[in-house]
C-alpha cells in the first residue's frame, strides 16, 4: 500500500527539549517537504528536500533541522530553539517537480 | 508575496455546483495553476492543475481564463464530504529551477456544503 506515514499522530513535549518527526515514504518519489500549519492558517515551508543527501531551507527553517540519507525517509528535528513549536506539521512528497502527496500530520503540543 | 488570491469562505448547498474562484493576475507564462484541498485536521489532498486550457478528472474541473489571470474549480454536485479547505497555488513548469520547490500555500477557502 503506497503512501506517506507520519509518526507520531501526537506528540507532547517539554520546554526545551528536542523532539523529532518521522516521515517515510515508500512511493519512490525524490522530493520531499516539511510544513508547519497553525490554526487557521495557511501551510508555510520549513525545509526541502529535492534529492537524496541534498535538502534547502524554506521560509522558516529556524530552529528546525533535517536530514535526508534515504529516499523514503526525511526527519524533522524540532530544537529547543523553536521558540513557539506547537503547531500541526505535515510531511510531503512528489515525483520531482508534480503534485504533492501528503502525510496525515503530527500534532505537536509543548508543555 | 501572495501570488494567489481566494475568497476565505464560500457556503454551498449539497447536491449543487460548487465554484470557487481564484484570482493569480501576477502569473507567468510558464505557471501552472494547481488545486489542493484540506479537510479538517488531515493532510492536503491534490485535486486538479491547468496551465491554460480548462481540465477536468473525476473530482473537479478546472476553468482558466482566457488572459490566465484567474480560474475558477468547480465541484459539480458538492457533497457533505466536500467541506474543506481549497488552496489555489501556483507552480512554475517542471525544470524551471529550484525555487520551484518552494510551494506556498494561502489560506485558502473554507468550503460548506450544507444539507
Known amino acids: 500500500d503506497g503512501g506517506i506515514t507520519q509518526s507520531p499522530k501526537y506528540l507532547f513535549r517539554k520546554e526545551g527539549q528536542n523532539v523529532t518527526l518521522s516521515c517515510e515514504q515508500n512511493?519512490?518519489?525524490?522530493?520531499m517537504y516539511w510544513y508547519r500549519q497553525d490554526p487557521g492558517q495557511g501551510l508555510r515551508l520549513i525545509y526541502y528536500?529535492?534529492?537524496?543527501?541534498?535538502?534547502q531551507k524554506g521560509d522558516i527553517a529556524e530552529g528546525y533541522s533535517v536530514s535526508r540519507e534515504k529516499k523514503e525517509s526525511f526527519p524533522l528535528t524540532v530544537t529547543s530553539a523553536q521558540k513557539n513549536p506547537t503547531a500541526f506539521y505535515l510531511c510531503?512528497?512528489?515525483?520531482?517537480?508534480?503534485?504533492?502527496?501528503f502525510g496525515e500530520g503530527s500534532r505537536l503540543t509543548v508543555l | 508575496d501572495a501570488k494567489t488570491t481566494q475568497p476565505p469562505s464560500m457556503d454551498c448547498a449539497e447536491g449543487r455546483a460548487a465554484n470557487l474562484p481564484c484570482n493569480h493576475s501576477?502569473?507567468?507564462?510558464?505557471?501552472?495553476v494547481y488545486w489542493y484541498r484540506q479537510i479538517h485536521s488531515q493532510g492536503p489532498q491534490y485535486i486538479i492543475h491547468?496551465?491554460?486550457n480548462n481540465e477536468t478528472n473525476e473530482m473537479a474541473s478546472l476553468i482558466i481564463t482566457e488572459d490566465r489571470k484567474s480560474s475558477t474549480l468547480i465541484l459539480p454536485h458538492a457533497t457533505l464530504r466536500d467541506t474543506a479547505v481549497y488552496y489555489c497555488?501556483?507552480?512554475?513548469?517542471?525544470?524551471?529551477?529550484?525555487?520551484?520547490?518552494?510551494?506556498?500555500f494561502g489560506k485558502g477557502t473554507l468550503l460548506t456544503v450544507n444539507p
Open positions: 528536500s529535492q534529492i537524496v543527501n541534498d535538502f
Open positions: 510531503a512528497s512528489s515525483p520531482t517537480e508534480a503534485e504533492l502527496f
Open positions: 497555488i501556483v507552480r512554475a513548469a517542471p525544470h524551471s529551477g529550484g525555487s520551484n520547490y518552494k510551494l506556498t
Open positions: 512511493l519512490n518519489h525524490d522530493a
Open positions: 491547468g496551465l491554460k
Open positions: 501576477t502569473i507567468s507564462g510558464n505557471e501552472y
